[in-house]
């Protein structure tokens, strides 16, 4: 089967950097995606990580050690509007990823 | 692409009526999705379906929900008769055989009363 750990909130200042780890155990791994949901919105793919090593993308960036069964998500410079709840998902051995409980991150003025 | 297209947006309806749920898939994706989420669950994936065919069915929770895949542009969920614990958001999402993402439609909110 498969399982993912990630914080259940987070609180961070407007302007800073934040970051939200996940561990996984997986039987079978393809990769670890990441995901973002405002509030009464639908879950939008930020991210896809299938090897070792940092994806950057604007202001959000990726990290994925498959040694570790670790990444995490980095966001910089936050906004207001980062504030959202995210999802990392695990892609097994079926291609079907499975999906974290969700990290809820408040940005503060 | 327009996305996943997934309708009514919102569906109120009383205890044992029979609820559908309709998706349209992201035009050449293989894999659709229908996942439930409600606070207290989280996520749920309910089935899948690759090139139109019923892979896994397993997080169905009863024989009240069934889905089908009658071409690859359009899926169905049904529950009948629903019940008020199937109040939650129900999202259609799909993705590529190879990977990556996977893209979700704009959900369905069901309020069974």
């Known amino acids: 089967g498969q399982s993912l750990e990630q914080p259940s909130e987070v609180t961070a200042v407007e302007g800073a950097i934040v970051q939200i780890n996940c561990t996984y155990q997986t039987s079978g791994f393809y990769g670890l995606s990441w995901y973002q949901q405002h509030d009464g919105g639908a879950p939008t793919f930020l991210s896809y990580n299938a090897l070792d090593g940092l994806e950057e993308t604007g202001r959000f960036s990726s990290f994925l050690s498959r040694s570790d069964s670790y990444g995490y998500l980095l966001l910089q410079e936050l906004q207001m509007k980062d504030s959202a709840s995210y999802f990392c998902?695990?892609?097994?051995?079926?291609?079907?990823?499975?999906f974290g409980r969700g990290t809820s991150l408040i940005v503060h003025p | 692409d327009a996305g996943v297209i997934q309708s009514p947006r919102h569906e109120v309806t009383e205890m044992g009526q029979e609820v559908t749920l309709r998706c349209k898939p992201i035009?050449?994706?293989?894999?659709l999705f229908w996942y439930r989420q409600t606070m207290m669950r989280g996520l749920e994936l309910l089935i899948y379906f690759n090139n139109n065919v019923p892979i896994d069915d397993s997080g169905m929770p009863e024989d009240r929900f069934s889905a089908k895949m009658p071409n690859a542009s359009f899926s169905t969920l049904k529950i009948q008769p629903s019940e008020p614990r199937d109040s939650a958001v129900y999202f259609c999402?799909?993705?590529?055989?190879?990977?990556?993402?996977?893209?979700f439609g704009a959900g369905t909110r069901l309020s069974v009363l």
């Open positions: 035009s050449g994706h293989d894999y």
């Open positions: 998902a695990v892609t097994g051995g079926s291609y079907i990823p499975t």
């Open positions: 999402a799909s993705s590529l055989a190879q990977g990556g993402g996977v893209y």
